[in-house]
């Protein structure tokens, strides 16, 4: 069965930092496309990030580039959002994507992706 399972989502104060994790399994991570999506409250689903695994190429907006860092651990199975100096304004509910996918750079557009995970709540506020 292919499935992701988030977790890691927290209070944390202006300027803190938090790592989400998203377990990978039914799936081989080496092949894959990974993407980060995040919906704050009253507001769409947006992309945060990607990465094309076989060859770690990333992609990331604006908002949380130099912020914020994708990485995955193979061996574990295992997808990682590294987010520091974080802003109420990263406040959301977080969800890990994926698909098996040969385009050449990583997917940023969420209908792209097949398996998603639940999704992780991360607060942002003192």
């Known amino acids: 069965q292919v499935q992701l399972v988030e977790s890691g989502g927290d209070l944390v104060q202006p300027g803190g930092s938090l790592r989400l994790s998203c377990a990978a399994s039914?799936?081989?991570?080496?092949?894959?496309?990974i993407g980060w999506f995040r919906q704050a409250p009253g507001k769409v689903r947006e992309g945060v990030g990607c990465m094309r695994t076989s060859i770690k190429n990333t992609h990331y907006i604006d908002a949380v580039k130099h912020r914020f860092t994708i990485s995955i651990d193979n061996a574990k199975q295992q997808i990682y959002l590294q987010m520091n100096s974080l802003k109420p304004e990263d406040t959301a509910v977080y969800y890990c994507?994926?698909?098996?996918?040969?385009?050449?750079?990583?997917?940023?557009?969420?209908?792209?992706?097949?398996?998603w995970g639940q999704g992780t709540q991360v607060t942002v506020s003192s």
């Open positions: 039914g799936f081989n991570l080496d092949y894959a496309h």
């Open positions: 994507a994926a698909i098996i996918s040969d385009a050449l750079f990583c997917l940023t557009d969420e209908r792209a992706y097949d398996t």
